[in-house]
T-cell receptor, first 110, second 113 residues
């Protein structure tokens, strides 16, 4: 069964605004990863946060992890049209297999 | 360095036909995976391999078989296709030296009529 669940399912924002999406999971993890999927393409790795980390930054991305609540959030700041995509969280329980959520579809309006 | 490639990109099958999807990676990764992606359901793991000559079942293995005869290739077979197997199939690989991220292929869109 899928471990992660993203919220919201869809998000529409104006260019320049921030986009925040959340991921909740059920079991203990080694790390949590976020991937982006542009329409009709494969997934691209964005950022990874380990279970002993609480926050991580990469460019315009900020990820937080709360293991007590089994939840994570992905923030994209100053969004651009090119950020229009689906975003998936994936949990790694340390068995070399990822469990993906259903994703959040982000639309950035010009 | 092509990364992960998949063949074919698109395919239409009739119910009962068989086919093989090919995944190739040139990163010398030990682990390879086959996922299917259906609308609103994210990616679900079909089968995976932790090394040449080994395969294991994932979350949704029924109706599929796999083989990993060479380290760089991972084949997904459908012996008797069913409309429920209409989906987009993604291959991914992961290596011990590449950190914890998986590298994905571009996908194969399969329609079973």
């Amino acid at each position: 069964s899928q471990q992660g669940e993203e919220d919201p399912q869809a998000l529409s924002i104006q260019e320049g605004e921030n986009a925040t999406m959340n991921c909740s999971y059920k079991t203990s993890i080694n790390n949590l990863q976020w991937y982006r999927q542009n329409s009709g393409r494969g997934l691209v790795h964005l950022i990874l946060i380990r279970s002993n980390e609480r926050e991580k930054h990469s460019g315009r991305l900020r990820v937080t992890l709360d293991t007590s609540k089994k939840s994570s959030s992905l923030l994209i700041t100053a969004s651009r049209a090119a950020d229009t995509a689906s975003y998936f969280c994936a949990t790694d329980p340390n068995d070399y297999k990822l469990s993906f959520g259903a994703g959040t579809t982000v639309t950035v309006r010009a | 360095n092509a990364g992960v490639t998949q063949t074919p990109k698109f395919r239409v099958l009739k119910t009962g036909q068989s086919m093989t999807l090919l995944c190739a990676q040139d990163m010398n990764h030990e682990y390879m995976y086959w996922y299917r992606q259906d609308p609103g359901m994210g990616l679900r793991l079909i089968h995976y391999s932790v090394g040449e000559g080994t395969t294991a079942k994932g979350e949704v293995p029924d109706g599929y078989n796999v083989s990993r005869l060479k380290k760089q290739n991972f084949l997904l077979g459908l012996e008797s296709a069913a409309p429920s197997q209409t989906s987009v199939y993604f291959c991914a690989s992961w290596g011990l030296v590449s950190g914890d991220e998986q590298f994905f292929g571009p996908g194969t869109r399969l329609t079973v009529l």
